[in-house]
């Protein structure tokens, strides 16, 4: 038995899909897995929860095995250029594959393909063209505020409702709202397989969403996950504050370098949180007392709420390519909420009383 692929492709194949391997106690689960039928080769990978998989050409024979080190195997298939065969054979108990082109031959060994399961296959309910690229970045924008899928899947997915992305995960939320992308019913897919979009590189692709399962689908690579049941009735509307106490614009740049001071002067285990009287941010640790100043570029800044660091740190790195950053505030115990370059951002507040007798700034 023997197939044909072009080297380059199959080895771009390869890469592709390895990005979305993790370490299993089942070998074949922490390999690529190959496949020839139909004169074409699928590569494909999983993470136990979605799937990743490149189709290129080839003729040939159907046949299909594992890579045994896929790492190892990334670094040799670079070295093949032009029409490649692939010929599984076995010797002795060890099951190999011997790849050659005109100047580079070898054999590798490889594991039998017994415990994959096929890529689920689903009857799409809804169709949308998307683009990968953009689609990779408002699902990073936001993918922050979730948690451990373990603790309850939904707090670890990206819920995708009329033209906004939104997640929540108890202690915060982020929407991201973008009209190119305006889906019919609302569903919610996992932030850990949207994030495998990164390796996509046709920026024009599909999205098909069914019952359990959707792929997303652009230049040859696949990726495939399951629906995530949406078993809450928590709603952007009612979640976000419907009254604003005061409103005021800060140096996003300023506020992220004021925090990355309070952290380094900290220990992440020692700070209950930090707290902002008007535009000057206050924390305490174990050795002592820590403040740095923030300008208020706009508006008025009376109201004094305490936030957890590492929450509002990520909120402001996700407010991308905007200079200032809107802050709403109503009171001490009201949440928080942050406007920026088509994000929203809401982070929950923390009592601050042991830091109220810091040392302004």
């Known amino acids: 038995m023997k197939s044909k692929v072009d080297a380059e492709a199959f080895a771009a194949a390869v890469k592709a899909v390895s990005n979305i391997l993790k370490k299993t106690r089942i070998p074949q689960f922490g390999e690529v897995r190959v496949q020839f039928a139909d004169d074409g080769c699928r590569v494909s990978a999983t993470d136990l929860s979605s799937w990743l998989s490149a189709d290129i050409d080839a003729r040939g024979d159907e046949f299909s095995f594992v890579f045994r080190n896929t790492r190892k195997m990334l670094r040799t298939l670079r070295h093949f250029h032009g029409e490649l065969t692939v010929e599984p054979f076995t010797e002795g108990n060890d099951r190999k594959v011997y790849l050659h082109t005109g100047d580079m031959a070898g054999e590798f060994p490889v594991l039998e393909d017994d415990a994959h399961e096929p890529i689920p296959r689903f009857e ?62 609302r569903f919610v897919l996992p932030a850990s397989a949207l994030k495998q979009l990164r390796v996509f590189r046709a920026a024009e692709g599909e999205l098909l969403v069914g019952a359990k399962h959707a792929s997303i689908t652009a230049g ?36 992220l370098d004021a925090l990355n001071y ?12 930090v707290l902002f009287d008007g535009g000057c941010l206050l924390a305490r640790g174990r050795h002592g007392k820590f403040a740095a100043k923030v300008d208020i570029a706009e508006g008025t800044a009376t109201v004094r709420y305490g936030f957890d660091l590492a929450y509002m740190k990520q909120a402001l790195e996700q407010l991308k390519d905007v200079e200032y950053v809107r802050i709403d505030a109503i009171s001490d115990i009201s949440p928080v909420v942050l406007h920026g370059g088509g994000v929203t951002a809401m982070v929950l507040p923390v009592r601050m009383s042991a830091t109220r007798d810091a040392k302004a700034a």
């Open 124 to 185: 799409p309910l809804h169709r949308y063209a998307v683009d990968t690229a953009a689609l990779y970045r408002r699902a990073q924008s936001v993918a922050y505020a979730t948690r451990s899928p373990s603790q309850r899947p939904l707090y670890g997915g990206v819920r995708f409702q009329d033209k906004r992305l939104w997640c929540v995960d108890g202690y915060r939320m982020a929407i991201h709202e973008d009209a190119a992308l305006n889906v019919a019913e």
């Open 220 to 255: 040859g690579l696949t990726l495939t996950c399951d629906v995530i049941e949406w078993d809450d009735d928590l709603k952007i509307e009612t979640a976000l504050p419907k009254t604003i106490g005061e409103s005021y614009r800060v140096s996003r740049k300023q506020y």
């Open 262 to 273: 309070l952290a380094d002067c900290t220990n992440a285990k020692e700070v209950n949180g």
